[in-house]
């Protein structure tokens, strides 16, 4: 337990020391590295055979050769396909885990896949949209998701927590295979499972405590990517909201929770009315976008003041960006250990983000109305 809490914080800390090396678009690294390397670009691959660790996020992330230590990498596709000797901690878009790795495995994204010719020596934690399991894990198996898919070997128990579930002829789980779904999970015949429970939705038997701060976690990471396309697709508008929560963030707070706590019912109000049915339904559709724009101006503000303190100034590569922000994530969730505060946190981050886009939306308007 006390590695599962120390690693995201060697992990937060030291991503932004990377952006030392994160002023190209495009990064490869090609011969033997006797040290732990850092690396952020739009694409990233790494074909040296390392003998420390490898922290890498952008677009593309690859790992083609050998690395001796651990592998955190985060971006919109993240690949390892070659060995890993201590831990694999990955988030993105999709996620493919192709090798063989001596520790831990931790992933979550839109799609996460252990191949068939992936094997992991210890545990391996899953989440995503769609998370399928073809390989090996010698230890025990965590996987949540929309849909989960158990196709390979797992050495030790399995926990799932899933819509669906589908466990493939080739499946063999030597230990106990909990399902947490509101349905029943498909179980192929051929499948060979130790023993097998199913809790619906509701069910008393629940994740310990430990589980659920992983999986939180890995729900953070998703967060994370979210932000990170909305980053790279809206660079102006979100650094406009960053920059409008830090001069004006009384305002932000209060428009902010304003936002938070008026716009559901108004949509529901709306709903109720033959005439504002598409109305509401937008309206509601807005209030989605606008809590992933807030979440992400409150995370890059952070990400910003840790910029500062790293003697960086306003005008930094997108990249530097990109790893504060998931400095912050991962900050964010360290501070969730603290029971009362953690909650608190969020959701202030949220009012404040909110409350600081909407500012930078009426300030684009009357930009917009003044030119026009």
């Given amino acids: 337990m006390i590695q599962t809490r120390l690693s995201p914080l060697l992990f937060a800390l030291l991503l932004p020391l990377a952006a030392a090396y994160a002023d190209d678009r495009r990064t490869v690294m090609a011969g033997d590295f006797d040290d732990d390397i850092y690396l952020a670009g739009e694409d990233v691959t790494v074909n040296a055979r390392v003998d420390g660790d490898v922290i890498a996020a952008g677009g593309h992330v690859l790992i083609e050769n050998s690395v001796d230590g651990d592998v955190a990498a985060a971006g919109g596709q993240v690949v390892v396909d070659a060995q890993v000797g201590d831990d694999v901690r990955a988030a993105g878009g999709r996620v493919s ?54 196709a390979g070997t797992v050495d030790g128990d399995a926990r799932v927590y899933a819509k669906s579930l589908k466990v493939l002829p080739g499946a063999r789980i030597t230990g106990r295979l909990d399902y947490y779904g509101p349905t029943g999970a498909s179980i192929a015949p051929e499948a060979m499972i130790g023993a097998f429970a199913h809790h619906p939705l509701g069910d008393s038997a629940s994740p310990d405590e430990g589980d659920g701060r992983s999986f939180a976690l890995m729900f953070y990471f998703i967060l994370g990517i979210t932000g990170i396309v909305l980053y790279l697709i809206f660079p102006r508008f979100a650094l406009g909201a960053m920059r409008t929560l830090g001069t004006r963030p ?25 005439v504002g049915f598409l109305m509401g339904l937008l309206l509601l559709g807005f209030y989605t976008l606008l809590l992933l724009a807030g979440f992400l101006t409150g995370m890059l503000f952070v990400g910003d003041r840790l910029l500062r303190l790293l003697r960086h100034g306003e005008d930094v590569p997108y990249s530097k960006r990109l790893l504060s922000l998931i400095a912050a994530l991962l900050i964010l969730w360290l501070i969730g250990f603290v029971p009362i505060a953690g909650a608190l946190t969020v959701f202030l981050l949220l009012a404040f983000g909110m409350g600081a886009a909407l500012l930078r939306m009426w300030g684009n308007y009357k930009d917009t109305g003044l030119r026009a």
Avoid: Q
């Avoid at 191949?115 to 025990?140: C, I, N, P, Q, S």
């Avoid at 428009?255 to 008026?262: I, T």
């Fill in 97 to 150: 885990l192709n090798s063989r790795i001596l520790g831990d495995a931790i992933a979550a994204g839109g799609h996460v896949s252990l191949a068939k010719t992936a094997l992991v020596g210890g545990r391996a934690w899953l989440a995503g949209g769609t998370v399928e399991v073809e390989g090996g894990v010698a230890g025990e198996l965590r996987a949540a998701g929309g849909e989960v898919i158990l």
């Fill in 250 to 274: 009384g305002a932000s707070l209060m428009l902010g929770l304003a936002a938070l706590f008026a716009l559901p019912p108004i949509a529901l109000l709306l709903m109720m009315t033959l």
